[in-house]
């Protein structure tokens, strides 16, 4: 009997490493190539707006950070930097700066979604035509899948 339960916690403790590896490695394994890097500094000669995504905002952690630039134009967003990877990343912009979860979903329904974000060593997003980002002051990332902030950086 004790034999058979040892087998059972050994064999769930094996699935749940498995399941959490899988989950952290199938978005390195399905990321999207990052932009040539004359791409983003070409958008990055014409953006409106830069700012910075930091790690150690309040939201962040070692599993949920950015680390880069930002810009910004009217018709993209581009990052030169570091994203923690992980699934179902989303851009946002908002009107307020927002540095962590409570904020996010308290404000979410004050923001503008942009796109998915599938790239976590730069990237380069098509803003949607109707879009104004100067009626914004932050660009915020976060994990629509299991509703984690993972960076914002404000940029007026």
Known sequence: MLKALLI?????AIFAAGFIAGVYSLPILTEQPAPDIAILKQHQGRSLFSAT???DLKGSDRLHYGDGK???TNDAISMQGTLSPGPDYQLYLSRNFIDNEADFLAQKGTMQRVAGVRSFNGF???VPQGIDVSDYNTVVIWCESFEEFI???QYQ
């Open 8 to 12: 059972i916690i050994i064999t769930l």
């Open 124 to 126: 380069k997003l098509v």
């Open 151 to 153: 960076t914002a950086a």
């Open 53 to 55: 995504f930091k790690p």
């Open 70 to 72: 930002v810009y910004l």
